[in-house]
T-cell receptor, first 115, second 112 residues
Framework: GAVVSQHPSWVICKSGTSVKIECRSLDFQATTMFWYRQFPKQSLMLMATSNEGSKATYEQGVEKDKFLINHASLTLSTLTVTSAHPEDSSFYIC???????????FGSGTRLTVV | SQQGEEDPQALSIQEGENATMNCSYKTSINNLQWYRQNSGRGLVHLILIRSNEREKHSGRLRVTLDTSKKSSSLLITASRAADTASYFCATENKAAGNKLTFGGGTRVLVKP
């Protein structure tokens, strides 16, 4: 199969602090991973495309200095929410596509709550 | 921005009934995919239909694609309580960098 592991599954942090979310492809190499944000009862909004060994590509309206993405290896991408504020509270999900597999595999998501 | 619109936004049915949901999109696509999401969890890939295909089956799932109308439908036959979830369509356009663009989703409740 194609497995993507996301960690942590939930995190509560204080306003002003930074939080790092990890996304790992466990049984395949992913040159590209995607990061999404989802508000309650809403759809997924693509935030950025994470490219191994190069800079991430951010969607319009997403602050690259606030949402830092690092894709240092073929199996790991990280999203760091810097100086988090309550409005950053959301569900963050990553995904990747395994060569030869149809569709994309998603991580289980991270529920971020900023207090 | 979201390309797709899904209809209905919510659906409540009895176990054993069929559930049908529709998805419309705006731009050209290479394929259209359907995903399922249980509350607070990640998405699970259900089925992919290519732009040159019109219908596809997988178990109790049946997907149709009408590229002239830029629409797709997902039918779940003989629904079960375990089918309760949100269902999303997503379009992929390789010219746009293999990004998935999701529809708004349909929340399905299957009552036992």
């Amino acid at each position: 199969g194609a497995v993507v592991s996301q960690h942590p599954s939930w995190v509560i942090c204080k306003s002003g602090t930074s939080v790092k979310i990890e996304c790992r492809s466990l049984d395949f190499q992913a040159t590209t991973m995607f990061w999404y944000r989802q508000f309650p009862k809403q759809s997924l909004m693509l935030m950025a495309t994470s490219n191994e060994g190069s800079k991430a590509t951010y969607e319009q309206g997403v602050e690259k200095d606030k949402f830092l993405i690092n894709h240092a290896s073929l199996t790991l991408s990280t999203l760091t929410v810097t100086s988090a504020h309550p409005e950053d509270s959301s569900f963050y999900i990553c995904s990747a596509s395994k060569p030869g597999f149809l569709g994309y595999t998603f991580g289980s998501g991270t529920r971020l709550t900023v207090v | 921005s979201q390309q797709g619109e899904e209809d209905p936004q919510a659906l409540s049915i009895q176990e054993g009934e069929n559930a049908t949901m529709n998805c419309s999109y705006k731009t050209s696509i290479n394929n259209l995919q359907w995903y399922r999401q249980n509350s607070g969890r990640g998405l699970v890939h259900l089925i992919l239909i290519r732009s040159n295909e019109r219908e596809k089956h997988s178990g109790r799932l049946r997907v149709t694609l009408d590229t002239s109308k830029k629409s797709s439908s997902l039918l779940i036959t003989a629904s079960r309580a375990a089918d309760t979830a949100s269902y999303f369509c997503a379009t992929e356009n390789k010219a746009a960098g293999n990004k998935l663009t999701f529809g708004g989703g349909t929340r399905v409740l299957v009552k036992p």
